[in-house]
């Protein structure tokens, strides 16, 4: 059997398609990876997923990034006098431990001018950068979701 070179290996596992559930390194899982369909016209979308820490020490998140879009930012949303509204931070913290979601009214990825309108079935890569300058990486289906329903 021939023997693999390392650019052919490399190649193989870029085109390899992401599993829904991602293990990235440093205790981190990401699960449920997921953005909006985008609606005609929209410069900004929200992603929504689930982050688990199965390490040992808190792991501090630091920003977002995708290809697909040109700038990504953490928000949290909050209601202030009646009002929802969407407010970047600059960290988001995982416990050791514990799992954080990224969904409706908590934090969130937003994703900011498309280069593509993302529509139903495409797939957008998602890039969550530490504070300690890793990165991790998944995969997130655009889906005609309100955000209000559960993964299944």
């Not at 900011?112 to 990165?135: F, K, N, Y």
Request: net charge negative; hydrophobic share 40%.
């Amino acid at each position: 059997m021939p023997v693999l070179r390392r650019s052919t290996l490399l190649c193989l596992l870029l085109v390899t398609p992401c599993p829904a559930v991602s293990n990235a390194g440093e205790g981190i899982q990401v699960n449920d990876a997921w953005i909006r369909e985008a609606p005609p016209g929209i410069s900004v979308l929200a992603g929504y997923l689930s982050l688990t820490n199965h390490g040992t020490a808190t792991v501090t998140f630091a920003g977002v990034s995708s290809p697909q879009f040109e700038a990504g930012e953490i928000h949290l949303s909050h209601t202030v006098n009646g009002t929802a509204q969407m407010v970047p931070v600059p960290t988001l913290e995982i416990p050791a431990g514990k799992t954080v979601q990224l969904q409706p009214g908590g934090y969130l990825p937003m994703l900011l001018q498309p280069v593509h309108e993302p529509h139903q079935g495409d797939r957008a890569t998602l890039r969550l950068h530490r504070a300690d300058g890793d990165s991790i990486e998944t995969s997130a289906q655009a889906l005609r979701r309100t955000g209000a329903e559960q993964q299944t």
